[in-house]
């Protein structure tokens, strides 16, 4: 199965109040959770130090999130737990995310509009994902499409990867984390790249998938 790989620019209503009070903050997604009670949870990093009043004081007008539900400070970078409003949930596309098939490979967002790097499994899903935003009459552009099997990259990441997962695929192989019986726990792989054990897990579970669908995977279902 070919991967599309694309990026998109989007003009999307979740933490855009809080943003445009806090112009110089950039937001990166790094999970999102759909709890048992329908309720939509997302950690997301926040770097931008010189405005954090600014920015706590947007969240607390912010009609798509809830006040924060954990505010942890890393290394001057803080990870925060928000939980979605109902309109906040209306505006969210994870759940057609979730029912595609869609991996989110890098998502962040300032006061400009979030900018989403997906892997589509299809055309379809593709267009399902850009017909969500149409359908609510938000501006979206198609900046990048790439075959997942021509993609090429100079960085490092030529096989779709983002930075950040490379980094915790490394570091997994670097700390023995792979080994058996394992060297290293995920606990300790988090205090290594300096994020939460589950932020570790869906880190490196995210770069697995995406390395084995961009690589071995296509390859496997060569003609």
């Known amino acids: 199965m070919a991967m599309l790989l ?28 759909l709890t048992r009670d329908d309720t939509h949870q997302m950690l997301v990093w926040v770097d931008g130090d010189d405005e954090v009043a600014a920015f706590d004081a947007g969240l607390e007008v912010d009609p798509t999130v809830k006040t924060p539900l954990q505010v942890v400070d890393l290394d001057g970078r803080r990870l925060y737990q928000l939980e979605l409003t109902d309109d906040g949930q209306r505006a969210s596309v994870y759940p057609t995310v979730i029912e595609a098939g869609d991996v989110l490979q890098e998502v962040t967002a300032t006061h400009e509009g ?102 071995v995977y296509p390859d496997a279902q060569s003609p």
């Not at 694309?6 to 959770?33: C, F, G, H, M």
């Not at 792979?178 to 205090?191: F, V």
């Open 6 to 33: 694309a990026t998109l620019v989007i003009d999307y209503p979740i933490l855009r109040e809080t943003l445009s009070r806090a112009p110089n903050t950039k937001v990166t997604w790094e999970q999102s959770d």
């Open 114 to 215: 979030w900018r989403f790097r997906v892997a589509f499994p299809s055309e379809e899903a593709l267009e399902g994902f850009h017909a969500f935003f149409v359908d609510q009459d938000l501006a979206v552009e198609l900046q990048q499409l790439h075959d997942g099997r021509e993609l090429t990259n100079d960085s490092g990441s030529q096989y779709g990867i983002t930075d950040r997962q490379r980094e915790a695929l490394v570091a997994a192989v670097d700390a023995g984390y792979l080994d058996i019986p394992r060297s290293c726990s995920l606990a300790e792989l988090g205090q290594r790249l300096g994020i939460s054990p589950n932020a570790t897990s869906e880190r490196f579970r995210r770069g697995v998938e995406t390395l084995i669908e961009n690589t």
